[in-house]
């Protein structure tokens, strides 16, 4: 008995193919089925995650950055509070040029992602195996910016692409071109266009010329590496490379070109460019423009947790302005006094400058740049390179211990003389005192210079055993929703040996409950005092900023005394 079955009938849009191809075919056909399935599968998720961010944060004004001290109390500062925003009116049509040239030459041809380049960066990354290149459009750098999207993944990438299309849903090119510029940093801790060009040029954006255009455009990929303000010559290149791109992209040529380079770019000094009000918390824009830049954090609303004993600031700030002042005020005085000088006088009265970092981390308790910051922006605490004198003596003393020789307490010169003046830079060198130092035996006798900075981490390096520390003023980094973008992983290196660190800071006089010690350099320029308190160590230097003697009455050593019993035991 035979079973009758129907025979198997190909399509007819199959028969004009080989046999011998039927079945590939339609393999491939099923796979490309599943695949599309796949596709819309995987679009779909992405769209509803996308959808869960808000957009009107995109257009949303950028909350201020908040600093709080070290016991999580906000610091007197709001860095953004007062941020002006550009219009897209305000925006130079040579600023758009110059930001397509540079940034994304088919902004205003594709729908937010630019597929065609997004290929080429995937291939690329295949070949690198590694996340190389990016491919980013201006706008989904606008969605990465807004919604703080940095993780290197794949997963990161198709909710960013997502999100972008979004956003170009919602908004028109020439708003994205808007929000994007009031968004992203400039360096110098400047967000926005409008902030930077009143920053760097002290004029509204819609008045730059286009040199100050090309430059402030150029210095988009690297804020902190080419801003203008620390490093000229790298922001002009990053002009240079703009400029060429427009020149590819026909839209100026060599002649113009060469006009625009000729322009003059004159910067705003730097006593009116910030907003700060003390040499702290200027210094602490100043590490969060570095950290922003090497951890490529560009989002706002940050929460700055910084190392500030704000209670402790206050105190040395207090002592050290009084006993300036009534040394100023004594009999005898016959220098300028800070009493007699106005705002934004070039100030020639005595100065001060005086750094405390915590003996356990390194991290700075308080930092004063000088006596008045409305004065003077002059931070010199890592600006002033000064001649120690006599202070120099505990690390003379370190110097000699390390390589196992006799420490002479009272007499620098016998001790150093055991080891000899090379290997006594070298020592000292490594304890963080920068130079540069005399190479007779004149260094035995304080002939060897130091900011207060690196003083005050050589004084911290002896009372830690001998633990070299990094200083720094920022501890976290979070933003407005409690994330941590940012955290200070501390850094100490063995510079010397625990005991030549103690045999050294036995040098230390005990007064008080802490320990001191003062001294000054023989021409009597420069004063100092080292303490070491139950926390921090602290140095304070004295004098001019143009050095000369400090004063004949009353005695140096007197001011230095007053400050030591103003200070206390905290």
Excluded at 354 to 371: D, Y
Excluded at 454 to 469: M, Y
Aim: hydrophobic share 40%.
């Amino acid at each position: 008995m035979s079973t009758w079955r129907p025979a198997s009938r190909f399509p007819k849009w199959l028969s004009w193919i080989p046999d011998w191809c039927h079945a590939p075919l339609i393999w491939m056909l099923r796979l490309g089925i599943a695949a599309l399935i796949a596709f819309l599968a995987v679009a779909f998720f992405y769209f509803l995650q996308s959808s869960k961010f808000d957009l009107d944060e995109v257009a949303a004004i950028p909350a201020r950055t908040t600093i709080l001290d070290r016991n999580g109390t906000e610091i007197e500062v709001a860095w953004g509070s007062n941020r002006r925003l550009a219009r897209r009116q305000d925006l130079p049509d040579f600023m758009i040029q110059c930001l397509e040239a540079r940034e994304d030459a088919r902004f205003y041809e594709h729908n937010g992602v630019d597929f065609r380049g997004l290929a080429r960066a995937t291939i690329r990354n295949i070949k690198d195996r590694d996340f190389t290149q990016g491919a980013s459009t201006l706008s989904m750098q606008l969605a990465r910016n807004t919604f703080e999207m940095r993780a290197k993944s794949i997963h990161r990438k198709l909710l960013e692409i997502a999100l972008t299309l979004r956003i170009e849903q919602r908004y028109s090119k020439d708003e994205i071109l808007t929000h994007y510029l009031n968004r992203i940093y400039f360096g110098a801790g400047c967000h926005g266009i409008e902030e930077a060009s009143r920053s760097y040029f002290g004029k509204s954006v819609s008045q730059l010329d286009k040199g100050q255009i090309a430059m402030l455009i150029g210095i988009i990929r690297g804020p902190h590496l080419f801003s203008p303000t620390r490093n000229l010559p790298g922001a002009r290149a990053q002009q240079d490379e703009v400029l060429d791109r427009m020149i590819a992209m026909g839209r100026i040529d060599e002649a113009e070109k060469k006009r625009i380079e000729a322009l003059p770019i004159k910067l705003v000094p730097s006593e009116h460019r910030s907003s700060e009000r003390s040499y702290a918390l200027h210094a602490i824009r100043e590490e969060l423009a570095e950290i922003l830049e090497t951890s490529d954090i560009r989002l706002d609303g940050l929460i700055v947790h910084t190392t500030l004993a704000t209670d402790w600031q206050l105190r040395l700030e207090t002592d050290l302005s009084e006993a300036l002042s009534e040394a100023e005020k004594a009999p005898g005085w016959d220098k300028p006094t800070h009493a007699g000088y106005q705002s934004g006088e070039t100030p020639e009265y005595l100065q001060c400058a005086a750094v405390t970092l915590e003996s356990e981390t390194g991290s700075v308790l308080a930092l004063i740049g000088g006596r008045d910051f409305l004065h003077s922006r002059l931070d010199r605490t890592v600006q002033a390179r000064r001649d120690l004198g006599t202070v120099i003596e505990p690390w003379i003393a370190a110097a000699a211990a390390e390589r196992g020789k006799r420490v002479i307490p009272g007499n620098p010169l016998l001790t150093g003389r055991q080891i000899g003046p090379a290997e006594t830079e070298r020592i000292i060198k490594r304890c963080g005192i920068g130079g540069p130092f005399l190479t007779t035996e004149d260094l035995f006798r304080g002939g060897v210079a130091s900011t207060p900075m690196e003083l005050a981490t050589a004084l911290t390096t002896l009372v830690s055993n001998g633990k070299r520390p990094q200083p720094f003023l920022i501890q976290k980094i979070s933003n407005a929703d409690g994330k941590t973008l940012f955290t200070r992983q501390t850094s100490r290196s063995q510079a010397i040996s625990s005991n030549a660190a103690k045999e050294a800071s036995s040098i230390l006089k005990q007064v008080a409950g802490t320990r001191s010690y003062t001294g000054a350099t023989g021409s009597g320029r420069d004063a100092w005092l080292l303490r070491v308190g139950p926390t921090g160590s602290t140095v304070v230097w004295l004098g001019f900023d143009s050095p000369e003697r400090i004063a004949k009455n009353p005695h140096i050593d007197k001011i230095l005394d007053d400050l030591v019993k103003r200070l206390g035991n905290n």
